[in-house]
């Protein structure tokens, strides 16, 4: 069965497509650092939209989500992003942790898994 990466580097893809099963790594907000909670997951959805398209998927084939946030007291500013923008009726499995992430400027990450 082949294995199709997606913005693959050396350390990591962005996405690997395999067995009709898309894989994201955690996505953060490259292009809103030190934003708001809200604007980061903006960014990141978008960017999630992207990755699954050039996949072959969308947001209503979501099967699973991993959400880390630097403070869980940001849960609800980013639930107001996430429920807009989660596919009517194709909600996934989730879970949302509070985690030290990568650098101070990034409050928010986001994985996700979908049928390709």
């Known amino acids: ?9 050396e350390r990591m893809s962005q996405a690997v497509v395999h067995g009709g099963i898309v894989q994201t ?6 292009n809103a650092k030190g934003e708001s909670v809200a604007i980061q997951t903006q ?29 869980i007291d940001d849960f609800a500013e980013m639930n ?3 429920d807009a923008w989660v596919s009517p009726g194709n909600a996934p499995t989730r879970a949302c942790v509070e985690s030290k992430l990568a650098a101070p400027h990034f409050t928010v990450e ?5 049928v390709a």
């Open 1 to 9: 069965m082949s294995i199709k990466r997606i913005k693959s580097g």
């Open 43 to 71: 960014d990141i959805l978008q960017e999630i939209d992207a990755l699954l398209a050039e996949a072959g998927s969308d947001k209503s084939k979501l099967l699973t989500a991993t959400i880390w946030l630097s403070n």
């Open 80 to 82: 107001s992003v996430w």
């Open 25 to 30: 790594a955690g996505q953060v907000a490259q």
């Open 110 to 114: 986001i994985a996700v898994s979908a």
